[in-house]
């Protein structure tokens, strides 16, 4: 009998070995958590698409993000739930608008134990749902919708937050929004561009979170899912107007997208496993058809091969849990 002379299964043969030998790792301090905040609630709002996760009140939200920072997740990201909407998203650059009063309590409760970061765009603030100003036949204006990015960026950065989440897709707003918080003395603020962000068919259970008031898509800004060469031409744009750090999102449908950015530009690629992939790995689990724990683990271990330095998951905090277990 001939025998094989190479064996690769023997960096297999115990849990020590494989340990010792893997590639890619996973840590809580490479997870953000996602977090949303409901202005006029007293207690958190369960969203019942994405079970587990709710629309915080000021105090829920300050617990959680308590919690968060316990389990030793890196960061939060916030957006805000207005009460009231206009046509200019007047309550996104508001100091008392919701957003950033609960930037401002975040950054006292936790503030020195993880990163606390905003989103940055308009659709939450907005009575029509886009990321931006709207001309007179309904399309977004890009030069008009970065004034108030600028505002709004302002704005983040007095409330104290660390990261500000450029996600809304408007052409130049990395640049225009470091001019901008240069000029006002905030140079140390963060910009996390969302560079290769997609129109993709998994936002839909978000879009409850934060009670999106959505007329019509957002094509006509975010990314054609089937262009992948546009995803890395946006994050070397991205990088080259001075982002510290570039986004790819969604991540499980553009993990060769995450790959060739990672591949191409000098500064850190994050991944946001987005609504509707936490809520088709919660749906299976909760109908016994797979592993909650072992799915979730693999997907950010996929996301984390594929080249992300860090990952904006729904389950930051209890896959930290996980990880501290394991």
């Not at 659709?123 to 004034?147: M, R, W």
Request: proline content about 4%; some cysteine.
């Amino acid at each position: 009998m001939s025998f094989p002379e190479i064996r690769p299964r023997r960096l297999r043969q115990s849990p020590a070995v494989r340990n010792l030998v893997r590639e890619t790792s996973l840590e809580a301090r490479q997870l953000v958590l996602p977090m949303f905040v409901r202005e006029g609630i007293t207690e958190a709002v369960p969203i019942s698409s994405m079970p587990g996760v709710a629309q915080h009140s000021l105090d829920s939200l300050r617990r959680a993000a308590v919690e968060a920072a316990e389990a030793g997740v890196g960061g939060v990201m916030l957006f805000g739930v207005p009460e009231v909407r206009d046509a200019i998203g007047s309550g996104a650059d508001d100091p008392d608008g919701i957003l950033n009063v609960a930037t401002a309590a975040l950054v006292e409760e936790v503030g020195d134990a993880l990163v606390v970061q905003t989103d940055l765009c308009l659709d939450e603030f907005t009575d029509h749902g886009h990321c931006g100003v709207l001309t007179d036949d309904g399309s977004v204006d890009n030069d008009a919708t970065l004034e108030r990015y600028v505002a709004m960026a302002l704005a983040q950065a007095r409330a104290g937050s660390h990261l500000l989440g450029l996600s809304g897709m408007m052409d130049g707003q990395v640049a225009a929004i470091r001019r901008g918080l240069d000029a006002e003395g905030f140079s140390g603020t963060l910009l996390l561009g969302y560079a290769a962000k997609y129109a993709s068919a998994f936002y839909g259970p978000f879009r409850e979170a934060v009670d999106s008031q959505l007329q019509g898509d957002r094509r006509t800004y975010q990314l054609d899912p089937g262009n992948r060469r546009e995803g890395l031409r946006e994050a070397l744009i991205d990088e080259a107007e001075g982002a510290d750090i570039v986004m790819v999102k969604p991540a499980m449908s553009f993990l060769d997208v995450l790959r060739e950015v990672r591949d191409a530009v000098h500064i850190p690629v994050w991944a946001y496993q987005i609504s509707g992939e936490y809520a088709m790995i919660e749906a299976a689990s909760a109908n016994g058809w797979i592993d909650r724990r072992a799915a979730v683990l693999e997907s950010l271990l996929s996301i984390r091969r594929a080249g992300a330095d860090a990952v904006l998951t729904y389950w930051a905090t209890p896959a930290a849990g996980w990880l501290r277990e394991r």
